[in-house]
């Protein structure tokens, strides 16, 4: 499977446009296979940006205190 | 070409919910398939239970012969109970036949159908989706869910678990789900659950039709049916013992349902493709509007209570018919319907027969005996499965939280008890449903002999022996029930009034049912349409009519009020309303064989005669031995359609139906019938009376008369009393004889105002004033016609002989007479034992010069 991770939409073969968006849709259900993975890849990306973000605050106020 | 089928069962959905929202642009999806393909409804069964039904759907065949009865069963060492699994069924599936054709063969989700079959393809059992664990703990995958099992890891992940389920996927269905406070009230979660499920399911068959080969694919949700009998209740109109705060969150959970499943639908329609015929079903209905039931009934099973009886059939393809409304279809049609779609032989033992309205081309049907007794060598079903302890409890489980089952009892052997209790009635129910009666009559006997507490056996039983025509019986169950206050009593007031009706006590059983009209559910009792029939058998057509217009009001779909319907106007000769009602029926109820006749008849009328031949031909599929049907067909080809070679053979198989013989003397009251009776009793012929009129100065000999022939026109079983007798008929009452005997008629002339005149002088021998002068023309002319018709509705049917016999010419001519009337009745009697009793001083009206009129 392609990965979407990155795109914010998926177009259906109908030519139906969907967010894919972290919180999921019945649309993307209605998908299949297809949104699933995609809702749970968003999901994931959206997790690990927010561990990202996390460590670097984290990283950012260890570094203020050493100074 | 190999036509590619994918089939798709959505559990319990209905017309109803559905109408509506495609009206207001809500299934898009479901109103493509409409627009380009063929719908109607879809008959359930009796018992209405998935497991059931589904097996039906996927074999062709009644509960009773595929061994799917129940929810549960009980465990090979009967020390637990669980669900019925693929191996309980003892018969092939659509999907084992196609395999072994070498058709690539997918099935997900069907139920039953754990563990997961050997077939020619991939198939995912029903337990698949099931969160028989939390989330956080790793959510394993029961074992035997996927067959082959080296795909399990693959299927394993693309299962969704309801907690990974978010506000958006709650809101559609509960928008102001906020305000729930879900420490309380668990129904979000139960939501969660239902959606989920679905969704596993859903990505399961995608992943299968993007990825693999696919000839046949088969997909079922529960989904529809899980969130209509969790919150159909809440669904608007609300009901007056609704809470008006539930009924606000929870109002829109039904319609999201259906609204989610046009979503799944839109998918699945896309990646099938134009090329694919796509085949939509549900086993049976819901009722969402108010015959919505306010209580279930609290006895096993009784959420059943809340189904309806249609379900939904939509199809869609390349050869299927476009815009297109199919009328009797029910579930036991879909395997062979997909048989044929292939080009494979229907097994004989199959009970259904093939869609073929629904394709543009008709479908040409072979058949064989049956697959059963071919041995499929490609694809093993499992055998020795056995599931562990653990998953057994928690399906069983889940059964019960869902509602199909109720709580297990806690003493193991009264809880084994209790199930096979369940099925054993469900069986019978089975059984009766495809019309084998004393299969179901033995099983509920069983069941009342071991269980002689419960009624609802006696009740059914009672009910069976009804519908067999054992009256006495059926009495003797009914009056216990009363006696020991075992039952509903006003149920049992509508058992005994029905069984009045049975009994012909018409009246009675009007007055009875009138009693309770207002304490019984009109809806589920049908009891407008109870008091119509009553009302057509005492002759107040118009009161059967106005009864069945109130029922109409109240629920338009019962095939037996259409069909009552129809026949009130085909007899006052409104031939359009009969022919449209009757059309009504059959769309709802296909197998009626009476519905059918009465069509053809109707079109007759109209002069429709193909279409007629076409409708009494189906009503002889429903009932070979319906020779009313056949003499219709018989004079339609003879004299309308030019085709005699048919009109030969049913003119064969009406006399293989023929049951035996019976003398019939007939004619106008006082035209010397009695007369004709005690000759043929003095030369040896057996008599059909009851001698309850007794001879008197009218008829000095006696009257030979039977009070069962003035029912003749409601009741024919007593004409199997007079088989090989001989029995008075008068004259208008000769087009009732049943057709399945053949007769011989001694019609009796007589100048007619000599019968005027004989009756008018009886009538004033027993105390009525001299109505000369209210007679003559009138009179005369009615009985002129009476007699003319009969007679020429005898001398068409090919099952009756007719001799007409002149009074005078017997007075006259004794022997003479006596000598045609023996060699009519092949010489069972001689002209000399005929004559004996012939007396001249009884001619007492006679005319100067008779003539016949």
């Known amino acids: 499977m392609k990965n979407f991770q990155n795109s914010p939409f998926v177009k259906t073969k109908a030519g139906e446009q969907l967010q894919i968006d972290k919180d999921g849709s019945l649309g993307l259900l209605a998908l299949g296979d297809i949104g699933l993975q995609l809702w749970r890849q968003k999901k994931i990306a959206h997790h690990n940006e927010l561990e990202i973000r996390k460590s670097k605050v984290v990283s950012s106020n260890s570094s203020t205190k050493e100074s | 070409m190999i036509k590619k089928m994918m089939l798709i069962g959505w559990d319990a959905a209905d017309w109803k919910i559905i109408n509506p929202l495609i009206e207001k642009g809500h299934m898009p999806n479901l109103e493509k398939l409409i627009n380009g393909g063929t719908i109607g409804n879809l008959a359930t069964m009796d018992p209405a239970y998935s497991p059931m039904l589904w097996t039906s759907i996927a074999t062709g065949k009644h509960a009773y012969k595929h061994g799917i009865h129940g929810f549960l069963q009980p465990s090979e060492d009967k020390k637990s109970l669980k669900p019925v699994l693929s191996t309980s069924r003892t018969v092939k599936a659509i999907w084992q036949i196609l395999s072994e054709h070498d058709y690539k063969c997918h099935s997900v989700g069907w139920w039953p159908s754990h563990p997961a079959e050997e077939m020619n393809g991939i198939s995912i059992s029903n337990f698949y989706q099931k969160d028989t664990g939390l989330l956080k703990d790793g959510w394993e995958m029961m074992s035997g869910c996927i067959h082959p099992a080296s795909e399990e890891e693959r299927f394993a992940a693309l299962r969704v678990h309801p907690e990974e389920l978010t506000g958006q996927h709650i809101l559609p269905f509960v928008p102001n ?163 044929s779609h292939y080009g494979l032989a229907i097994g004989e033992d199959m009970d259904g027969k093939v869609l073929t309205d629904a394709y543009a081309q008709p479908l040409e049907s072979t058949f064989i005996e049956s697959w059963e007794s071919i041995p499929f060598t490609k694809f093993k079903s499992p055998s020795n499965y056995e599931m562990d302890k653990e998953s057994e409890a928690a399906m069983v489980q889940q059964l019960v939280a869902l509602g199909y089952v109720d709580d297990i009892h806690k003493d193991f052997t009264q809880a084994v008890k209790d199930t096979e209790n369940f099925n054993n009635y469900n069986l019978a129910k089975s059984y009766l449903f495809g019309g084998k009666l004393n299969e179901a009559i033995s099983i509920l006997e069983k069941l009342i002999k071991e269980n002689p507490h419960i009624p609802r056996y006696r009740f059914h039983l009672a009910s069976c022996y009804q519908t067999k025509g054992k009256l006495k019986e059926s009495r003797a169950l009914v009056d216990q029930l009363k006696e020991k206050e075992y039952y509903n009593p006003v149920a049992l007031d509508m058992m005994e009034a029905t069984l009045l009706m049975g009994e012909k006590k018409y009246n009675e059983a009007l007055t009875l049912f009138k009693s ?48 009552m319907y129809g026949v009130i106007h085909y007899q006052k000769g409104n031939h359009d309303i009969a022919i449209e009602s009757l059309l009504t029926s059959i769309g709802m109820e296909y197998n009626n064989s009476v519905a059918h006749r009465f069509l053809g008849l109707a079109l007759f009328n109209k002069g429709e005669y193909q279409v007629a031949a076409d409708s009494l031909e189906m009503s002889l599929r429903f009932n070979s031995k319906n020779n009313l049907a056949r003499a219709k067909l018989i004079e339609i080809y003879k004299t309308h359609l030019d085709q005699p070679n048919k009109a030969a053979l049913h003119s064969q198989n009406f006399h293989q139906n023929i049951k035996g013989e019976v003398i019939i003397v007939s004619g106008l009251p006082r035209s010397g019938t009695s007369m004709m009776m005690q000759m043929l009793d003095h030369a040896g012929i057996e008599i059909y009376t009851d001698k309850i009129r007794e001879a008197d100065s009218n008829n000095p000999k006696g009257y030979y008369e039977h009070n069962n022939v003035k029912s003749l026109r409601r009741n024919k079983r007593w004409v199997a009393e007079s088989m090989d007798k001989a029995v008075k008929v008068i004259s208008n009452f000769i087009p009732h004889l049943p057709l399945i005997y053949n007769y011989k008629i001694i019609f009796m002339e007589r100048d007619l105002d000599e019968i005027l005149t004989s009756q008018r002088e009886m009538l004033m021998k027993l105390g009525a004033k001299d109505r000369h002068e209210e007679y003559p023309l009138q009179v005369m002319n009615s009985f002129k016609k009476s007699r003319d018709k009969s007679k020429l509705w005898a001398s068409k049917q090919s099952n009756i002989e007719m001799i007409e016999v002149a009074y005078s010419d017997v007075i006259d001519n004794p022997f003479e007479e006596a000598l045609r009337i023996s060699e009519f009745l092949d010489h069972r009697v001689t002209p000399e034992d005929l004559i004996k009793p012939i007396d001249t001083k009884l001619y007492r009206q006679r005319k100067k010069t008779s003539t016949i009129n």
């Open chain 2, 177 to 339: 789900a906020e305000k729930i406070d879900q420490t309380k009230d668990t129904r979000i979660y139960s939501i969660a659950q239902v959606t989920a499920h679905a969704a596993s399911i859903q990505a399961a068959f995608t992943n299968i039709i993007r990825n693999e080969e696919w000839d046949f694919a088969a997909v079922y949700f529960d989904s529809i049916d899980h969130y209509s009998h969790g919150f159909m209740k809440y669904h608007p109109p609300k009901q007056d013992h609704i809470a008006q705060n539930a009924f606000d969150l929870y109002k829109d959970v039904v319609t999201g349902g259906y609204r989610y499943h046009d979503m799944l639908l839109g998918r699945l329609m896309d990646l099938a493709g134009e090329e694919t015929t796509i085949m939509l079903i549900s086993d049976h209905g819901f009722q969402p509007d108010h015959l919505r039931p306010k209580n279930i009934p609290k006895e096993p099973g009784g959420a059943v209570y809340e189904h309806s009886p249609y379900g939904v059939i939509g199809m869609i393809g390349p050869e299927i018919k476009k815009d297109h409304l199919i009328h009797g279809a029910g579930l036991l049609d879909i395997c062979p319907t997909i048989l």
């Open chain 2, 516 to 563: 309770i009209e207002d304490k019984v559910d009109k809806l589920q009792s049908h009891i407008l349409t109870k008091i119509a029939k009553c009302y057509m058998s005492i002759g107040f057509r118009d009161k059967a009519e106005e009864a069945l217009e109130k029922e109409m009001e109240l629920d338009y779909e019962y095939a037996p009020m259409h069909l």
